[in-house]
Structures are given as structure tokens and as C-alpha cells.
């Protein structure tokens, strides 16, 4: 964030002038009463007791001064309009440019606020007997003086920067907040947008996945099991019988090499020759043996070795590198019919 932009909430409402014009006057009078605490006092028995002290306090000093700091807070939130200054840049020659600009209006308030103030001054203190000699030679006439104008200076000097600063920081606290949320909602939309991509692909996915083989039922001399297509190193053929090999053993299963290959997901499962289709995730290695023939090592416990011609193994080391998704897999002709189905 580089540019503060100012809405003047604080100048535009009066309220908060008058909130701080009390706060000052508070502390100037508990200070009055820290330094002088026996002149205070004999005060409060002129005026006959502390009730008639306070209603004197806010008739003559207090309300007075509230369009004091009005008229003041009317006048700065004016310049802002008229110098057309709806933003402020962040650096020390910016803020310092502001600030400075409002100095003469501050200066010059006094002529415009006081006849203000000395008029509901009047009003409350001379109740009832009003005459105009008293209001124009005590009120108005009286109080344009340098030491009335410097008695002024300070405190409204102390209220209108006040004032100034507070409208500004507490818009730049607005708009670093409004910024945060608006880069927080941003982030949550993007991931949601993340999340769904990925919900939308694992759909993908597993409604792709779920058109292939997922589970067999083999069989062995000890019983029936149903296991997981992934668990099984490889479907090998043997005496016309199918079976696949598992971390448990070798199991009969009721489907042909050519069912599976055609029933298997093709990126996992490969038909590296006439009689073996091997998992993607039992390849340990391969290397070189004789005569243009490779040997495939698988992960089984025993390091199960095939024998794979050349032509062949091409084809397998794109399918291992990803190149080929196993879907354009050229099919061995396995004319065998026979196979072993399970009994029910």
C-alpha cells in the first residue's frame, strides 16, 4: 500500500471533535486541580458547593467551546474539498506536504470560530439580563486581543492536529484492513478454485480407473482369496492354466491374458510378452542378456527374471518412461481358449 485514500469519517462528524474537546478540557482542569489544588477549592466555595462548580464548568467553559472545535473540525474537513486532497502518499515528504497544508487554517480559525463562541458564551453566562454594550465590549470586541488569540492558539493547534492525524490513521488502518480481506478472499478463492481442479481431476481419475479391473478371485491348494489387481506382481500362463503372482503366492485366476489385458488399467499393467503381463510397480530392472534379448528383473521375493525380445522391450521401456499410456499397446495373439474358472 503506497497511497492512504481519505474518507475524513472523523471530520465529518462533529461528535468525535466534541468527545476529544471534553477529554482535553478533563485533563487541562485535573491538572489545574494537581497544581493548585486550594485556589481550585476556593472556587467550588464561591460558586457554592461542587454541583453549582461543574454546571459553572460546562456553562462557561465547556459548551462554549463546542463550536469552537465544530467550526474548527468544519474548516479542515472544508480544505479537503477545496484543495481537492482525497489521498496521501506513504513517505515522510507526502505526510509533511499534508500536514503543512492545513497550518494557515488552524492559524486564521480564531477569526472565524470566535464570534461563535463568544456569543454562546454570552448567551450562558449574562442569562437574563442581556444588553448589547456588554455583549459587544465584553464578548467581541473585547476578546480580539493577542493574548486572547495566544491563550487560543495552543489548545486548538493540540485539537486540530489531533484531530487530522486521528482521521488519517484511522484511515489508513481501514484500508490496510479492507486490503488484507480483499488478499485473504482472493487466497481463498484460489485455493477453492485449487481444491476443485483437484476434486475435478480425482473424479477424472477414479471414473477413469473405475472402467479397468480393480479385484480378481484366485485360488490356490489352501482355499479362495480375493485380493486387489495392484498386490499382484504379474498374470503368467502355465499347462494352459492362468495365474497371478502374489507377496501370499501364486494363485489360479478365471481370466485369460487377453481378458486382462484388456480388462487392466493399461498405465499400470503392461503385456511384456505372450505369456506375462508384469505390474508397473514390481519392475525392479532390466539389462542386456544375448542374442538382442533383454532381461526383466521383477521385485518378487525370489527376483523373478523374464526373458523379453528386443522388438518388445522398446515398446516396454517407453511404457515405463510414461511416453505411451499402454492404451496403443500392441496385443500379443494369445490363441489359447483354455482357462481355469473358479467353482462357485
Known sequence: MKVVHLTRILLR????????????ILLIEGLAWTIAYNP???????????LPYISVFFRTL???????VVILTTLLDQQHIRLKLNSVGLTLRD???YELSFLPTILFSFFLFNPATQTVRFLLEAFPSYTFSNYWHGYLEGTFTMSTYLQY???IFIIGY???NISFISDYFKQRQKAQEEAENQATLAIQAAQAAIAAKTATVTATSSNYLSHLKGKNQHGELDFPVDDVYFFTIEDRYYYAQLEKGQYLVGKTLNELETELDPSRFFRIKRDYIVNRQSVLNYAYWENGKYIVRLN???RHEIVVPRARMQEFREWLQGNQSGTNQQPYADSSTDSFILAN
Open 13 to 24: 462528524k462533529p461528535l468525535y471533535s466534541i468527545g476529544l474537546l471534553l477529554c482535553v
Open 40 to 50: 481550585k477549592l476556593a472556587l467550588v466555595a464561591r460558586a457554592g458547593g461542587f
Open 300 to 302: 518378487t521375493p525370489d
Open 153 to 155: 492558539l495552543s489548545p
Open 95 to 97: 505526510i509533511s506536504r
Open 62 to 68: 465547556f459548551l462554549p467551546e463546542v463550536c469552537t
Open 162 to 164: 489531533v484531530l487530522l
